[in-house]
């Protein structure tokens, strides 16, 4: 058989409806995008529960283990809090990173195997795909920390519990991780190889963990580390936790400066995202 | 209106030129065939379609949408299934198809409705609940598919999508993209290095080569043309060279690592 003799071109120059699919709008259409990404993330939470348990074990042998012995030596000044109370933020938000990090990973793994290409070839709006990441990233990071809370709270670690602070926490904790979610998808989305990710990834991420307040004060870092610390998201995520779990501080403002890197690395996934494919 | 109109579509990667200067008209409901060997270019063709990759050059239209200008307008009128696997093992296939729902943005009321069909069409009723990651190969592409219907696309887009399928799934394959075409008059483009395939079930099939379109016709036409037996026989003819297998180490890598799950 042969095709139907093509149209003119004054014919296919025509005006053309819009798809049914974008009505509602660039907003709704962000909305519910995000939304069926983050559940699907959820979804896939909920068929992997093992992961989720083996990969709270790590937190917990930094706060008993390194924690411990630390807290013997009594060398870091922690303000006359329990050295295992003070770390308890710091390595949730570890933890926590460990979780973003992966989420990179998971960029290259799907573009490798086709499901990027696919979901950029749909009119999901490319926010979307990274904030439903970034959402997803929170869920599996507030979920540990539940676990780990709830393991601090066993063992008699005296963080000060109000409900405030317990949800303020958690809350800020989801926007760290969506924060490092969005800085190790970007990272991935240039570097695109599983290998160089690795190096690449462990370049960035344990400075940015070891040029924070996770393990130690700010005030016993040298000059020029005290001066990373200061831009250093980890700092602000950890020193709010801290300001919510055990009084003091501004998490607040900590909260909103965590806030300003959410938007900044927001976009700068978003952009470098449809990139990764090529 | 034309399914799909290109113009001179050039696409370079640095020093190579992936596509060279192709065109093509598509019309509605017509089943096309992009025909070549690994790196003649078809792939960069198709994601120069679906809106993935820019043009350097040129110009085309898919279910008369501008893809430069007007790419979301284009995204929501088109289904594409990759050649490498794109449905998430991590979920079952009742969430695959619902997370496409979603994500193409199938009216809330319909969704329920538009599944049931495209699980129809594919025939995969016996296996919503089961984790992707448990299919065969065939499964999978009929999931990847039933995935790609539930906007109801104008044009289908399928980059090599019965490669690595043994002989009844490919059948299968076909014979439901035939069912669909009929149906829902859906416009079908594929993407294949199977010369005899392309033959069979393809109504037009341009033959691409070093990233130009070196004939263009129905099968029949192309045979006649160039007094040949069998497509193969008219792709020595107008390239000079037998098909063979190239691609790169990561082509390799990618498709090897997805032959294994294909399993």
Known sequence: MSAPSAASPAASAEPRRRPAALAGGPLRRLAAGTAAMSLTEWRKLRHDQLDLFTRSVQPLLWLFVFGTAMSRLRAIPTGGVEYRAYLAPGVMAQAAMFVAIFFGLAVIWERDVGQLQRLLATPLPRTALVLGKAAGAATRAVVQAVLLLIVVAIAGIGLRWTVTGVVGALVLLAVGTGVFACLSMTIASLVKERERFMGIGQLVMMPLFFASSALYPLAIMPAWLHDVARVNPLTYEVEGLRGFLLGGGHPWLDMLVCLGWLAVLTAAATKAYPKAIL | ?263
């Open chain 2, 1 to 263: 209106m034309s399914a799909v109109a290109a113009a001179g579509l050039v696409v370079r990667f640095g020093a190579l030129t992936a596509v060279d200067g192709v065109s093509l008209e598509i019309a509605r409901g017509e089943v096309f065939g992009l025909l070549g060997p690994n790196g003649a270019g078809k792939t960069t063709t198709l994601r120069v379609l679906t809106t993935l990759l820019a043009p350097d050059a040129g110009a085309a239209t898919v279910a008369g949408y501008d893809v430069r200008s007007d790419g979301l307008a284009v995204r929501a009128s088109i289904g594409y299934v990759p050649q490498a696997l794109s449905a998430d093992g991590a979920l079952t296939a009742a969430e695959n198809l619902d997370f496409y729902a979603r994500v193409t943005g199938v009216p809330r009321g319909e969704r329920a409705q538009r599944i049931a069909a495209a699980v129809e069409a594919m025939e995969l009723g016996p296996m919503l609940d089961r984790l992707a990651s448990t299919f065969s190969g065939g499964m999978l592409r009929r999931l990847e598919i039933a995935t790609a219907l539930l906007n109801r696309p104008e044009v289908l887009f399928l980059d090599e999508p019965t490669v690595g399928l043994d002989p009844t799934a490919r059948a299968l394959v076909w014979e439901r993209l035939h069912a669909l075409r009929a149906e829902a008059g859906t416009t079908v483009v594929v993407t294949t290095h199977l010369m005899e395939e392309a033959e069979r079930h393809c109504d037009r099939l341009a033959i691409m080569h070093g990233g130009r379109i070196v004939a263009l016709g129905t099968p029949g036409e192309l045979l006649a043309e160039h007094g040949a037996g069998s497509i193969e026989d008219v792709f020595r003819a107008v390239t000079g060279h037998a098909i063979s297998d190239e691609g790169r180490y990561r082509d390799v890598r990618a498709q090897r690592r997805v032959a294994r799950r294909l399993g």
